[in-house]
């Protein structure tokens, strides 16, 4: 047997071994050109911004949506992002409530492309309830994806389903109800038993 291929062996059994993953490259995923900012595509709930659940549950905080962020790491279990003050955001990403990949998730997550024009579609009287994280009756699908992010496509399998389902804590959801493109109604579930 060659040299390279028993180091490739090796190594191979290391990340086997060790549990390891290997790393994603964030500015690849997202094809960014050199020197252009990155930037969140959506509001992103979080009560402890070490701990942020890709679920994106709406408790907490909000690190908002067209924040400019660098992203610090990234594998398939979680993102790294670090915003304009400094402070880490380790969102931790579990691919079977996901139902896609950590590269689809940071496709939906992160954009190059600037706030101004990345959501010149929020129309101007949604825009503090945008801000807010606050959905209402009337907003449309682009603006409800970017006020509470997108849906989550083990409980949301397509986005032309008529209701999208969010998580409000660990154990509620609520569910967004769409007409014609138009939100309609807002549902508070008690527990999580869809």
């Known amino acids: 047997m060659n040299r390279s291929r028993v180091l490739t062996i090796l190594v191979g059994l290391m990340v086997i071994c060790t549990g390891c993953t290997m790393p994603i490259a964030v500015s690849e995923v997202l ?18 911004p070490a701990a942020v659940s890709a679920l994106n549950i709406q408790q907490g905080r909000i690190l908002p949506a067209g924040s400019a962020v660098e992203a610090v ?10 915003d304009a003050n400094g402070q880490e955001y380790t969102i931790l990403f579990d691919a079977g409530m996901h139902l896609c ?17 990345e959501f010149a579609f929020i129309r101007p009287e949604m825009r503090p309830h945008v ?5 209402l ?9 970017v006020t509470y992010g997108a849906p989550v496509r083990s409980r949301t399998p397509s986005w032309g389903n008529e209701s999208w389902i969010y998580w409000i804590a660990p154990d509620r959801t609520i569910r967004v109800v769409f007409r ?15």
């Open 73 to 82: 790491s990234a594998d398939e279990n979680q993102l790294v992002l670090r």
């Open 101 to 117: 990949t950590m590269r689809e998730y940071i496709r939906q997550m992160l954009t190059v492309t600037p706030p101004e024009q």
């Open 180 to 194: 014609d493109d138009m939100v309609i109604n807002i549902i508070n579930h008690t527990t999580n038993q869809e």
């Open 131 to 135: 801000r807010r994280g606050e959905v």
């Open 137 to 145: 009756q009337g907003m449309n699908r682009r603006e409800v994806a």
């Open 31 to 48: 094809q960014q050109p050199v020197g252009t900012r990155l930037y969140t595509r959506s509001n992103l709930w979080f009560s402890d």
